[in-house]
């Protein structure tokens, strides 16, 4: 691998362990040139997921949509950042897993919904509102009595 330091073209391994996610390779690396450290990453090539649109364009799936999305419903929540990453994780293995190459854009929002209900039943409906598209509070009654039975049916 080439030193990002000297650009040398080669270097020598001094360790290698797992990701904590299990995701990739972390290698400590020494240049053989200018004996500088220097950590490099593997992973597994990721075959590109493609998100239809309603209005059947597609795009490239991007996980930082799903965070920025969970970011805003949990504003002022008590939910950590690591918790939002893992709900994230989640999100995108079930869409990796689901997806034949392109997956449609309300898959991934119940999937999304999904991860918030177990979270926090607030952001849950703030979710729901904008995902849904609530043009008055009926939408709002029913989301949440939809809430409710699925919260009994946990208890």
């Keep these: 691998m080439r ?5 040398y ?4 391994v001094l360790d290698s362990r797992p990701t904590e996610d299990g995701q990739a390779i972390r290698r400590r690396r020494e240049c ?3 004996h500088r450290r220097f950590t490099s990453y593997e992973r597994v090539e990721e075959i590109p997921i493609w998100v ?3 209005d059947g364009r597609r795009e490239a799936f991007d996980r930082s949509k799903i965070l920025k999305g969970l970011l805003t419903a949990c504003e002022k929540r008590p939910i950590s950042l690591q918790q939002l ?3 994230v994780d989640r999100v995108e293995r079930n869409v990796r897993d689901a997806a034949n190459g392109e997956i449609a854009t309300h898959a991934i929002g119940e999937l999304v919904m999904d991860e918030l209900r177990d979270l926090d039943a ?3 409906v703030r979710f729901a509102s904008v995902y849904r598209q609530f043009t008055d509070i009926e939408g709002f009654r029913q989301e949440l009595e939809r809430l409710i039975q699925a919260q009994r049916i946990h208890e």
């Design 32 to 34: 053989l040139d200018c």
């Design 52 to 54: 239809v649109k309603k």
């Design 85 to 87: 990453e893992q709900a």
């Design 3 to 7: 030193c990002p330091f000297c650009h």
């Design 9 to 12: 073209l080669d270097s020598k």
């Design 122 to 124: 607030v952001a849950y």
